[in-house]
């Protein structure tokens, strides 16, 4: 069935430090790629999305460019702010199933010191 | 900007009590979704609808779970008899597919089972 894999956390960075989070996924079909992300105590937030290969993402200084030949969605930022931590969750839907669910992955906490 | 919201914030029950959690989508979305994310682990799908008819169900999503849209504006999971498993947070979504496949959340409830 259809997965996504993300890199383990807790990530902990530097305000300005570069950040990337891995993400891959298995599917069939053409699935759409997401990244939502989780602030503390709050429900899940859109940050990007990507609906075919090659397509890049981009959102508040985040980006993420669907990779069909690594199966690969990562999302990366240039220069991290305190304010960016949170839990970051990447994921799928088949783009041919309307409707479909989303399958996430298990999500990143990423913390960013002053 | 239209949001998908969420009532209540918190609710705690005893074992074996029912619960109805209730969600108001975005107006003129047509699917409608409930997932959930037990602490510290991933988000999970329970079921969508569409219709006015369950579309897709997950193997949580069994006899003890029921999901209604008594009008044209709510749309509510039931949970018959809780079990201590069932403490998670819930998050409804809701999307329109005709003119995306992004699903928005809602701030979620969570569940306490004592």
């Known amino acids: 069935g259809n997965s996504v894999t993300q890199m383990e956390g807790p990530v902990t960075l530097s305000e300005e430090a570069f950040l990337t989070i891995n993400c891959t996924y298995t599917a069939t079909g053409y699935p759409s790629l997401f990244w939502y992300v989780q602030y503390p105590g709050e429900g899940l937030q859109l940050l990007l999305k990507a609906t075919k290969a090659d397509d890049k993402g981009s959102n508040k200084g985040f980006e993420a460019t669907y990779r069909k030949e690594t199966t690969s969605f990562h999302l990366e930022k240039g220069s991290v702010q305190v304010s960016d931590s949170a839990v970051y969750f990447c994921a799928l839907t088949e783009g041919d199933n309307q409707g479909g669910k989303l399958i996430f992955g298990q999500g990143t906490e990423l913390s960013v010191k002053p | 900007e239209p949001e998908v919201t969420q009532t209540p914030s918190h609710q705690v029950t005893q074992m074996g009590q029912e619960v109805i959690l209730r969600c108001v989508p975005i107006?003129?979305?047509?699917?409608f979704y409930w997932y959930r994310q037990i602490l510290g682990q991933k988000v999970e799908f329970l079921v969508s609808?569409?219709?006015?008819?369950?579309?897709?169900k997950s193997e949580i999503f069994d006899d003890q779970f029921s999901v209604e849209r008594p009008d044209g504006s709510n749309f509510t999971l039931k949970i018959r008899s809780t079990k201590l498993e069932d403490s998670a947070m819930y998050f409804c979504?809701?999307?329109?597919?005709?003119?995306?496949?992004?699903?928005?959340f809602g701030p979620g409830t969570r569940l306490t089972v004592l």
């Open positions: 107006s003129n979305h047509l699917y």
């Open positions: 609808f569409y219709n006015n008819e369950i579309s897709e």
């Open positions: 979504a809701s999307s329109d597919f005709a003119l995306t496949d992004t699903q928005y």
